[in-house]
């Protein structure tokens, strides 16, 4: 019998990369042709010190840290800058290299400061780290250490310690390579040299903080969270960032027992790579329990009373029950999951026949712009997937904003899906002003406490934060982007969409609901 290679496996042919087999500390590691040793023991977790070397910035070599034994080498080799090749035997973990490292790590420390207690590195410093790994030894230098410029305000989020740096150059080639904005420099030789701005510049981007993220010693330091709260007292959970419809991988940091959250950092992912913009760094602030609505609400005496969610809810069905489908609004922003969205339909459009849907949206909004690196102008989580969970439902829309159409005075009920984030809706609060003032009985479902200030709202659920939800976003590609774990609601009473649907349909009963802490 004759075999026959097809067109398309001729094609995959061409396509797979040439792979490499070589030795690190015993381990046999096969890679594409091409990757540096630095890279291949990242992918298989075998740790090599470093500073200098970043995954998502180019190959400086300045920091001389990340020393490796080659056998058959006249000298120690640099792992960042050395590529595997095939039958190569390398350690990091040989007497000899083992001496190296603790000597340049030494040498770095020479002119940094000793302020761990005060430094917002501290349990995230690559010098503690490192120091504990590969150092524990006794200092030969005795010398006064260089003095530079402290708590530089270098623009945007970014407090600059300059005796902290070690010039590891991360910063200048994230400048020079990913925001393109060449902002920082180093300036002056020898032990005298610094890093810093130009002349009468300061840094003035959406991506300031990434510079946080990648400083390995604390120079750089974020103005939003310095001196907050030390990192070991921190809780994190992997995420998505709800900031606009890039859909960035992200960690969440908070401390459950206080109901507080901190900060936001990106964690890599096929999608925004290691990076995120500042924009969406901030989106843990309205997740905070004193911006959040602490209860449920209803209108007495045209004043806003906090009730039992169970009285809301009740409340909420009885006035369902009262009018025609026809005169019923669905005012639905796109800032909740795919799943809240499916039982949200479903209960109100498949099972109560209500065809009137329309979106809440920014209305001065420019969806198609886009910075060139991860921030869009759709400043919604989840646009395709509501226009999807629509669809499903035979309603087909394209996204605009149909804020007034909810309004019309043929409507007796309107109930809203308010958007989460108020720093995405310029217009918020002009459009609260309104839909507080309609004719209509108006229940909403929010986060947000400043509600309750509103006279004219008839019912207020309070609802659980992104941080908060297992589920999952469907970005501006159509990829979806799962929110992988939560915290516990900053607020007893919050809940999903689909919780509070269960609640209606009967399909879910009340139970005590109690802060627990993870």
């Known amino acids: 019998m004759t075999t026959t290679t097809t067109d398309n496996q001729k094609a995959q042919a061409v396509k797979a990369p040439v792979q490499v087999t070589f030795t690190l500390n015993g381990q046999q590691i096969s890679v594409p042709k091409g990757t540096s040793v630095m890279e291949a023991a990242t992918k298989n977790k075998v740790d090599i010190p470093h500073f200098c070397w970043h995954p998502g910035l180019s190959v ?52 940094h400061p000793l302020d761990c207690p005060i430094c917002d ?41 300059t005796e902290r740096c070690i010039l590891c150059s991360r910063c200048v080639r994230f400048e020079e390579e990913v925001t393109k904005t060449d902002a920082l420099g180093i300036f002056d030789r020898g032990d005298r040299a610094i890093i810093g701005t130009y002349p009468g510049k300061k840094i003035d981007h959406n991506y300031t903080t990434n510079l946080v993220d990648i400083c390995p010693v604390g120079a750089f330091t974020s103005k939003e969270f310095r001196f907050k709260k030390r990192v070991w007292f921190l809780q994190d959970r992997p995420s998505i960032c709800p900031g606009c419809s890039t859909g960035c991988a992200v960690d969440v940091y908070g401390k459950p027992q206080e109901r507080h959250y901190y900060r936001i950092k990106p964690r890599e992912s096929e999608v925004n790579g290691h990076w995120m913009c500042d924009f969406g760094r901030h989106q843990y602030v309205p997740l905070n329990a004193e911006l959040r609505l602490p209860k449920a609400s209803l209108q007495v005496n045209q004043q806003q009373k906090y009730v039992l969610l169970e009285d809301a809810l009740t409340e909420l ?130 986060l947000m406490v400043s509600l309750a200030r509103i006279p004219g709202f008839d019912c207020l659920i309070p609802m659980r934060g992104w941080a908060e939800k297992l589920g999952s976003f469907t970005n501006f590609e159509g990829k979806i982007r799962q929110l992988e774990a939560s915290f516990p609601p900053a607020v007893l009473d919050a809940l999903g969409v689909d919780e ?12 005590p609901r109690e802060h627990t802490v993870h």
């Open 500 to 511: 509070a649907v269960e609640l209606l349909a009967g399909s879910r009963h009340f139970q």
């Open 121 to 161: 590195q501290a349990g995230e410093c690559g010098l503690q780290d490192f120091y504990m790994s590969v150092g524990k030894y006794d200092s030969w230098m005795n010398r006064p250490k260089a003095l530079k410029p402290k708590a530089l305000d270098i623009g945007g989020d970014l407090v600059l310690d």
């Open 317 to 446: 069905k009885t006035m369902l029950g009262q009018v025609q489908p026809s005169e019923v609004a669905l005012l639905v922003s796109a800032q909740y999951t795919n799943e809240e969205y499916a039982k949200f339909f479903d209960y109100f459009v498949t099972q109560h026949k209500i065809k009137h849907v329309f979106q809440w949206r920014e209305p001065t909004e420019t969806i198609e712009a886009f910075d060139g690196l991860l921030m869009r102008g759709d400043h919604n989580a989840n646009t395709q997937g509501l226009l999807s969970a629509m669809k499903q439902v035979g309603i087909s829309a394209k996204p605009t904003n149909e804020f007034d159409k909810a309004l019309d005075s043929k409507f007796k009920l309107v109930i809203a899906l308010a958007p989460e984030l108020p720093d995405t809706f310029p217009s918020l609060a002009g459009q609260l002003a309104k839909l507080s003032e309609a004719p209509a009985y108006t229940c909403v479902f929010s």
């Open 60 to 111: 400086a070599g300045v920091c001389r840290f990340c020393l490796v034994k080659v056998e058959g080498a006249r000298k120690l080799e640099i792992a960042c800058n050395l590529e595997a090749r095939d039958g190569m035997i390398v350690s990091s973990v040989d007497a000899e290299v083992k001496e190296a490292h603790k000597w340049a790590l030494e040498f770095h420390l020479v002119n």
